[in-house]
């Protein structure tokens, strides 16, 4: 995403559909990676307790976040993103 990542929920004038790199695995690698860091604080404090509300926090906050980010694209990219999308998970590859 280079200069085109945001915090902010939104496309920025020249931005375009990226496919390369962690993308062509998973369509939100930063995602991805937050769910990684999760599970693995869980792990480290050696509860699977924490684990499962890790998870369930993030399914909750991250899973709305996704459904809006990718509504977006869907109407900024239209066809070029519901063909990534058909491509592509969203989170683990092969999976999810």
């Given at each position: 995403?280079?200069?085109?990542?945001?915090?902010?929920?939104?496309?920025?004038?020249?931005?375009?559909?990226?496919?390369?790199?962690?993308?062509?695995?998973?369509?939100?690698?930063?995602?991805?990676?937050?769910?990684?860091?999760?599970?693995?604080?869980?792990?480290?404090?050696?509860s699977w307790g924490a684990v499962i509300i890790l998870i369930l926090v993030f399914g909750c906050t991250f899973g709305y976040r996704i459904h809006i980010e990718e509504k977006l694209l869907i109407s900024e990219f239209n066809g070029e993103y519901i063909q990534y999308m058909k491509k592509t998970k969203r989170l683990i590859p092969y999976i999810l």
């Open positions: 995403m280079g200069r085109f990542f945001s915090v902010n929920v939104g496309t920025q004038k020249g931005q375009k559909v990226v496919k390369n790199g962690p993308y062509k695995l998973v369509r939100h690698p930063s995602y991805t990676g937050l769910l990684l860091t999760l599970i693995g604080i869980g792990l480290a404090l050696q």
